[in-house]
């Protein structure tokens, strides 16, 4: 049997030794109760921690609509003849909020500033919780941001640098969370379980945008800008209070788990944890199954963090939606997605438990269902035209559909290296923050004119695909890589004069494979 620090670089073997997901070998310990437990209560506060994290993040989006005086970017912006209007003019309620004189680009920076602090404490953050756990880690970062939410007015009436270092310095807070949260998990998760909880408490971060969006929009509409900052502020706070009174790092230091789940969760970890001290970097930065996560990530983050950031704009302009329709028509596709992630742990779990699917198996479909389903109905969106129906529904499907990785890729780091999670997601995240910083620059240079929307929707999201498919083909092909990239055909067709002829684009598909040892070996 290997550790799984050796694990994080598998050798090609035979697949069908994980007929099971804990290997055979390995009693299996009988569950424990899933109501009132220990571990579900963690999976809860965290699924509220990340609602916070998310409308933390995205209510400046909308805040910053009503902060802008309108004469500013009067004269840059413009709104597409392509497709008619339709919506019925709203009266605007509230007009007292303070104006502001910031051009397009100094919005840009604004908004972007955010992710210059946010990737700096992915891997620092990973590092930190695996010695002296998450919970304090975790609670300080959103904390720091809430507090750093409130004082956002006041940095704004102070002038634009003031705001770009508030927001950088709530990423530095936020950046943390994710790695934490996934080293808290190495100890808590019972790999049999793994799937149901990750994705509860991750799926509170499509809730928070699901809920932030309209309700920021609203707050702006009857109030004052002001109080989108105070609110959202204040409900981190009575969050952190909740969360260290009723958390623990581990199941042995929790004051109230029962004794028949703490031997539950610790009998099924025993083989999973290793006890060396030292962190194994070289390892690590060698592993195939790694990079390729990384590839993963990195591909799903463009298509999510500029969905996220143009979808406003997309409904507006080329939609023709009102704000409050924009609001609630641009959180549906979040909706959909934190619907999917719920039930797809779920499916998940109950594939690996009940019909014995290989985790092997079980990963590769979610993230094939999760890559190439939102990349089918985000191509077919550009073909609708002005279809506005149409093109909600494929945009919610297409997002909706994405929640399916949330059980693959997006918690392989847990199937690969249990007692190092918290490390390698800070490290795939490190990367898969890069989409944020540049996806939405990129994509409008892309779309110099409001009606070019819906192609660079196709366009931009190929361009990558095609890049980082290539790079797993070739980087990669030497180990059993995880299901990364998936592209259609028809989809490359349409954009094969970005590939040059030594970038072969064609249909196929990466995976990788995780240590099949790792469920069941001894450290």
């Not at 597409?80 to 051009?103: A, F």
């Not at 240079?445 to 819906?454: C, E, F, M, R």
Request: aromatic share 14%.
């Amino acid at each position: 049997m290997r550790s799984p620090v050796h694990g994080l670089a598998p050798n090609d073997g035979d697949e069908g030794t994980d007929s099971t997901p804990l290997l055979q070998g390995s009693p299996r310990a009988e569950a424990a109760p899933v109501c009132c437990s220990a571990r579900y209560n963690l999976a809860l506060l965290a699924f509220f921690g990340f609602f916070v994290v998310y409308a933390l993040r995205v209510n400046l989006s909308v805040a910053l609509v009503d902060m802008v005086d309108s004469n500013t970017t009067l004269a840059e912006n413009s709104t597409s003849s392509e497709c008619p209007e339709h919506s019925v003019p709203i009266k605007v309620h509230n007009q007292t909020g303070k104006r502001y004189q910031w051009d397009a680009e100094t919005q840009g920076w604004i908004l972007g500033s955010f992710f210059y602090g946010y990737i700096i404490t992915q891997i620092p953050g990973g590092y930190i919780a695996s010695k002296v756990g998450g919970k304090l880690l975790l609670g300080f970062g959103i904390l720091g941001t809430a507090v750093f939410t409130l004082f956002t007015p006041l940095a704004a009436d102070l002038g634009v640098g003031f705001l770009i270092a508030v927001r950088t310095l709530e990423g530095l807070g936020e950046g943390v969370t994710f790695p934490a949260m996934h080293a808290m998990w190495s100890s808590w998760a019972p790999p049999l379980e793994r799937s149901k909880l990750l994705s509860i408490s991750y799926a509170g971060a499509q809730l928070g945008t699901v809920i932030s969006l309209p309700l920021s929009g609203i707050i702006c509409f009857y109030m004052d800008w002001v109080y989108v900052f105070y609110f959202f502020g204040i409900v981190g706070i009575f969050w952190f209070i909740l969360w260290i009174w009723l958390v623990s790092d581990t199941p042995e230091t929790h004051m109230t788990i029962s004794h028949a789940e703490k031997e539950y969760i610790l009998s099924s970890l025993r083989n999973q944890l290793s006890s060396q001290k030292s962190v194994p970097w070289i390892p690590m930065l060698k592993s195939l199954p790694l990079w390729a996560i990384v590839v993963a990530h990195f591909s799903y983050n463009w298509t999510f963090y500029t969905l996220l950031t143009l979808l406003p704009t997309y409904m507006k302009e080329i939609l023709r939606f009102n704000v409050q329709e924009n609001g609630f028509l641009s959180a549906l596709p979040y909706f959909g997605s934190w619907l999917c992630m719920i039930l797809s742990g779920q499916a998940a779990d109950h594939l690996r438990a009940k019909w014995n699917f290989s985790t092997i198996c079980v990963r590769r479909v979610f993230s094939l269902v999760g890559m190439i389903g939102p990349a089918v109905f985000l191509v077919a969106a550009g073909f609708i035209g002005c279809d506005y129906s149409l093109a909600v529904v494929f945009l919610t499907v297409s997002t909706t559909l994405g929640g399916f990785g949330s059980s693959g890729f997006s918690i392989n780091h847990l199937d690969i290296a249990p007692s190092y999670a918290g490390i390698l997601l800070g490290i795939t995240n490190t990367f898969a923050t890069i989409p944020g910083m540049v996806g939405p620059v990129i994509a409008k240079s892309l779309t110099p004119n409001p009606g070019d929307t819906p192609s660079f929707l196709q366009t931009a999201n190929n361009f990558f695909m095609c890049i980082f498919f290539f790079l797993s083909r070739t980087l990669l092909e030497s180990g059993r890589l995880f299901s990364v990239s998936l592209l259609l055909l028809m989809y490359l067709v349409r954009f094969s004069s970005h590939c040059s002829a030594k970038v072969k684009c064609k249909s196929g598909l990466s995976v990788i494979t995780m240590d099949t040892e790792t469920e069941g070996t001894s450290t």
